[in-house]
């Protein structure tokens, strides 16, 4: 018999058996188990072997990994279903049909061998499947087997080249020789313009440290560009008129007082009480002063109004404040 472990993990033989049912029987025969335990951990891609004597080694050249005796999965004329079991007496894989006689069925290996095929690579968990091996006997009558081959029965020579060597095998996985990978980056700009937006470079590290703490670090370049396709929004409020005394009193004081008030980039440049744009680096807040004389009043105010993108983009903008004396109805 022979077990492979076909998959990426070790496998703890502890508590698993080998279990025989003999010819057509409905039940195994418990009594002559062969205990796996003993093999203990199977690596991921590696094989053992259960041989019914010593004799084994005489015909492969190597010892067997365990020696299970006569009598037991290890010792089947060909007519025998045999499985692998846990601790708990559940199916892992099993070759033939329990309660089935292998006689002149697919399963049938009578002075043979049985293959898996190298396509069948899962435990079947007791649902035998005859497509998935390939099978050598003496003299089987079966019919209707994928890969059944009769009166070709085989011999300790016709074996040797397949222990070890089967077709559905996959190479041990690679030891790994690393306990730790760090992996950072680090962002740097390097040109910045109102157009292409700007560019910065992206370096990454890995640090790759094994067992024996040797370290051994990467680095690599990333050159990312990032454009702005949306412009900025730029607003200002729309022009206001008011009203101003027509007659020379202040309307700085009591109820009649009209205060606007702003923050702008324009400054006081006549008596007369007009207000006429002038760019100044400073914001002033400004009231509707005085007028000393009949007449309309303006506020002229440009604004400079900058993005808050980096960089600025700005631009001007120019609003008239308009003042209207009010309208004096005569008595007729």
Do not use: K
């Amino acid at each position: 018999m022979e077990i492979h472990n076909s998959s990426d993990a070790d496998i703890d033989l502890n508590g698993y058996a080998l279990q025989r049912w003999t010819n057509g029987n409905s039940g195994p025969s418990t009594g002559s188990n062969i205990d796996l335990s003993s093999i203990g951990t199977l690596a991921p891609g590696t094989y053992a072997w259960i041989a019914n004597n010593a004799g084994f080694s005489g015909c492969y050249g190597f010892a067997p990994t365990l020696v299970g005796g006569t009598g037991g999965p290890a010792d089947s004329n060909g007519d025998d279903n045999i499985a692998i079991i846990d601790g708990s007496s559940n199916i892992i894989d099993m070759f033939g049909v329990a309660g089935e006689d292998g006689s002149n069925t697919c399963h049938e290996f009578e002075d043979g061998i049985a293959l898996r095929a190298g396509s069948n690579t899962d435990p079947n968990g007791g649902a035998w499947d005859e497509s998935g091996w390939i099978v050598y006997s003496d003299g089987s009558s079966a019919s209707g087997c994928t890969d059944h081959n009769s009166n070709q029965s085989q011999n300790a020579a016709d074996i040797a080249p397949l222990v070890g060597n089967w077709a559905g095998a996959a190479p041990p996985a690679p030891p790994t020789d690393f306990n730790a990978v760090d992996i950072s980056f680090n962002d740097v700009t390097t040109s910045y313009t109102a157009s292409a937006c700007y560019t910065f470079e992206r370096t990454w590290t890995i640090t790759v440290t094994d067992n024996n703490g040797n370290a051994t670090t990467m680095t690599s370049l990333q050159t990312i560009q990032v454009a702005d396709t949306t412009a900025p929004d730029i607003a200002a409020d729309a022009d206001a008129t008011a009203a101003c005394d027509f007659f020379d009193f202040d309307l700085s004081a009591g109820d009649e007082s009209a205060t606007i008030a702003y923050t702008s980039f324009e400054r006081a440049s006549a008596p007369g009480g007009q207000y006429h744009g002038h760019r100044e680096t400073r914001g002033v807040d400004h009231a509707l002063v005085n007028n000393a004389g009949p007449g309309r009043c303006q506020l002229h105010s440009r604004q400079r109004v900058v993005s808050s993108a980096s960089p600025a983009i700005s631009t001007t903008l120019r609003e008239v404040w308009t003042v209207c004396p009010p309208m004096l109805i005569m008595p007729v």
